[in-house]
């Protein structure tokens, strides 16, 4: 399939712009503890898709002998390779065509990518071609189901409706398409791709300026640490994590 990549980041200081001047360090905390919730603790080959510049290697790499960083942003790439140096082979193309063999990967992650898919289903099969019989997806999803989703449209201060399952494409925040998905339609693709869900957490739970002015991050992060698992049958978070397994032959 040929699909115009909708979202380029060559060029653009990811982890300066969005990470380090930001204060997003609740945020940065809440996807590290859920992805050590969720990824095993040992893979021969892994995948980080769409890992931008490796924001989240130290999470994985300790777990995996061999580790590829693949994104389509070859900038966001040389960054990566700056940092980790041989600990990580970097490979860029797009998540619609991976470079990789059919079932080469025992495990790979996708965190903060959905945003930028249109196709979600495409993505999904890709990944799970290259994915071993028996290997494990950790997938985050950009939610449109959120409190503040609902609260915005209820009060008439937003068209998307957060409770029908179409997907949503915000073009206010992107000219190209910012999408978010509703979690009975991502939970629908992932079964007719395959996949079995092991497990679900609710990410992020407290993003929220104000929130983060009246309890200082650290309360946060402890209250999001006992959120993530409760939280997750009502997935009212603006991140939804899924783990995903690949069923043996
Ligand atoms: C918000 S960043 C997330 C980076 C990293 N996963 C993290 O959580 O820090 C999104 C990344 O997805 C990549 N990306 C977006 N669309 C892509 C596509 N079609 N193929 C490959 N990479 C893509 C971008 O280049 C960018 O590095």
Avoid: C
Wanted: aromatic content about 12%.
């Amino acid at each position: 399939m040929s699909e115009k990549v909708i979202s380029d980041y060559n060029g653009y200081d990811y982890k300066k712009i969005f990470w380090e001047d930001a204060d997003r360090e609740y945020e940065d905390q809440a996807d590290r503890m859920a992805i050590r919730k969720l990824l095993p603790k040992r893979m021969e080959k892994f995948a980080d898709i769409g890992g931008g510049y490796g924001r989240l290697a130290n999470e994985y790499l300790k777990r995996a002998h061999k580790v590829y960083i693949f994104d389509y942003s070859k900038s966001e790439l040389a960054q990566a390779k700056e940092m980790y140096g041989d600990k990580v082979e970097t490979k860029a193309g797009d998540i619609y065509k991976l470079p990789f063999k059919d079932k080469e990967l025992d495990g790979l992650m996708m965190i903060r990518v959905t945003h930028h898919l249109k196709y979600m289903d495409k993505a999904m099969a890709e990944l799970y071609r290259v994915l071993k019989p028996g290997g494990v997806a950790v997938i985050e999803v950009a939610n449109k189901r959120t409190l503040p989703k609902m609260a915005r449209f209820i009060t008439g201060r937003s068209k998307v409706n957060p409770f029908d399952k179409k997907v949503a494409n915000y073009k206010d925040i992107s000219a190209n398409g910012f999408y978010n998905y509703h979690p009975k339609y991502v939970e629908e693709i992932f079964e007719k791709t395959g996949f079995k869900t092991e497990k679900v957490l609710s990410v992020s739970n407290f993003r929220s300026k104000s929130l983060k002015k009246i309890f200082r991050t650290d309360n946060l992060v402890k209250m999001e640490d006992k959120a993530q698992a409760a939280l997750a049958p009502i997935r009212f978070a603006p991140s939804i994590y899924y783990k995903l397994r690949k069923p043996e032959e």
